[in-house]
């Protein structure tokens, strides 16, 4: 699990997604799996358990799904991917049991709504390895991650100061934070977003406009990106 994490390093914190539907698994990765199926003897070899969007969200999911990809074509393995059927802690393990029942001995996660999900998933699955991404040690509740589980987070703060500081110094005065809902790795973004603005507008000497919403949901409508 930690080696794929470093195959993986495309996929950022889990702020993004879409409405959820029925569960898949993947159909672009299963002709060319084809072929390893002989060498690894199993359906699935790695799976990855989506959050409430789809591996085509042009985010983590999408950056997440296209890392176990990489990492399993170069090492003759099968992937394949698992989506929950509704926004539950249920739905998610129950893609992690169909997961693990063809054949996976690794499951990867993204998104912090797999924290109680993945607390019990380790325990039920002690020789399958996880790995989640943006899932911190206090999204497991009570319980502690235990050696076949690597937590991954991000310091969001980080990205979102850069983004705004390039923003000023390319000239932009009236700037927009747009995030989705008020949950800390998209507060940490777009708090650091606002400093790095900050930062540049003062060693520029140059007042700037900051518009800051949280749409409150995970997918874009009208009334949101209309603002």
């Not at 591996?55 to 990492?71: A, E, H, L, M």
């Not at 999900?117 to 502690?144: H, M, N, R, W």
């Not at 540049?200 to 409508?221: K, M, P, R, S």
Request: aromatic share 12%; net charge negative.
């Amino acid at each position: 699990a930690f080696v794929m994490a470093a195959s993986m390093a495309l996929s950022l914190a889990a702020c993004g997604g879409s409405t959820p539907a029925s569960s898949t698994a993947s159909t672009t990765t299963e002709a060319t799996s084809e072929a390893a199926a002989s060498t690894s003897g199993s359906k699935t070899d790695v799976a990855f358990v989506t959050d409430v969007g789809n591996i085509d969200d042009q985010s983590f999911n999408q950056y997440t799904w296209q890392g176990v990809q990489d990492f399993c074509s170069a090492n003759s393995l099968n992937a394949n991917y698992y989506r929950p059927t509704e926004d539950s802690d249920a739905a998610r393990l129950e893609q992690m049991d169909n997961a693990v029942n063809d054949g996976a001995k690794a499951v990867v996660v993204a998104g912090y709504l797999f924290g109680s999900s993945i607390a019990e998933a380790q325990a039920k699955y002690p020789d399958v390895q996880f790995l989640a991404l943006d899932v911190s040690t206090a999204d497991l509740g009570d319980k502690a991650p235990t050696s076949n589980t690597a937590l991954i987070t991000y310091k969001e703060e980080q990205a979102g100061y850069l983004a705004g500081y390039a923003a000023v110094y390319d000239g932009y005065k009236e700037l927009g934070f747009l995030g989705g809902m008020a949950v800390p790795a998209v507060i940490r973004y777009g708090y650091g977003f606002v400093q790095g603005a900050d930062a540049a507008a003062q060693e520029l000497g140059q007042n700037i406009e900051i518009n800051y919403f949280y749409g409150g949901q995970f997918y874009g409508d009208a009334n949101i990106t209309s603002r």
